[in-house]
Every structure is written in C-alpha cells, then in structure tokens.
C-alpha cells in the first residue's frame, strides 16, 4: 500500500468502508472532521503478529493527525485546528462500542495514527465473500441500499450495465479484447490484491 498525503483509493475503502456509515451520523460526523484519512486496510501485519490476534472483521484506518496537506503550497492547512480535531475524535472513538485500539503507525512520521475499528456484527458474513473477490455474495439489495452503494450497486447485483463497465475496464488494463460474452456469470470486480488492501505486508 503506498501511502501519500492522499487517500489511498482501493477495494476495502470502497467495499467495507461504507458499513461504517451504519454507526450512525454522529460517528461518520466525527470520523470526517479528523480531516485527513490516508488509507483503508483490512489488517496492519506487523500488528497482528505483536499483539497476536484475529483480525477478521477489523478495519484499520490510518489518519494523518496533521489535517489536510496542500500539495502546491507544500505545508498543512492548519495545524492546530487538525490536532485539535484528532483529539477530539480519539477521545470520542476510544468510548464508542467499534473501537478496538490505535496506535503510532511510524515512529518516523509520528502523525501517523492508526485506529483500529470493528466492522459492524451483522456484516460479519461480508467479510469472507471480499477477502475471496466474491462481491456479489457480500450485501442484500437492502444493505447495498442502506449504504447508499451508487457505482459499485453494479458490481454487488452484477447488473448488464455494468458488465459493459468492467468489460471496457479490463480489456484497457490488460491490452486484451474480451466480448461480453467472455464474461460469462463471473464477479464484475477483480479480486482483492493483498498488497492493496493491507499494512506492512511483506512477502
């Protein structure tokens, strides 16, 4: 996972993030103001291994405690405020019934912050259905509404017009002219690439 002062864009962020919207306005609330959330994983390795645990339902969201970063000026937007705002949150995520744990995420780079969530209980039959790239067993059509899914409905109910879209998707990634039919029943999303969706991976 390469983390910038931009948000990583990958398949856990948009396939499991949504569920915690489900914790309610004031959470996403609270969650939006720490400003600047980096990237989306579904296990942080090395933090597996010390602290010797499952991390099968988890979400691991690293926060820049720093607030925005505005590239062309080079320098934080606001400094004081974000911290503040960081704070504020972690002192409100640390009572809330998700909250697993956080922690320094680089000793180097110590506004990097870690916060590790559980993903909601009655998701929990999601979970192996993405971790296997089978999107379509992830979400009733309800669930898939109530999270306010609007791209990615396609990929879940594996609707025709979509297929179109991860037709023309794949045919550009990999230089190849498959028809619709090539297609067949298959997932309208390729599977998620370990690399992509998890911290500190090392092969």
């Known amino acids: 996972m390469i983390i910038t002062h931009e948000i990583y864009c990958n398949k856990t962020l948009k396939y499991l993030y949504p569920q915690l919207g489900t914790y309610g306005k004031t959470f996403i609330k609270e969650l939006q103001e720490t400003q600047n959330i980096l990237a989306v994983g579904y296990v942080d390795w090395i933090y597996k291994k010390v602290k010797r645990i499952e991390h099968k339902g988890m979400l691991f969201i690293l926060i820049d ?18 911290k503040a705002n960081f704070n504020s949150f972690l002192g409100y995520i640390r009572e809330h019934k998700s909250y697993v744990d956080d922690y320094l995420f680089d000793f180097k780079l110590r506004h990097h912050h870690m916060i590790v969530i559980r993903l909601p209980d009655r998701f929990e039959k999601s979970y192996e259905p993405f971790l296997n790239g089978e999107y379509s067993k992830m979400y009733t059509e309800e669930e898939v509404a109530e999270m306010g899914f609007n791209k990615a409905k396609g990929v879940f109910n594996k609707s025709e017009d979509y297929k179109k879209v991860f037709l023309d998707k794949i045919n ?32």
């Open 65 to 82: 405690k720093n607030g925005k970063f505005d590239s062309k000026k080079e320098r934080y937007v606001n400094l004081q405020k974000s």
């Open 172 to 203: 550009r990634e990999f230089n190849c002219t498959l028809r619709l039919e090539d297609l067949g029943d298959r997932e309208l999303e390729l599977p998620p690439n370990i690399k992509e969706e998890t911290f500190n991976f090392k092969q």
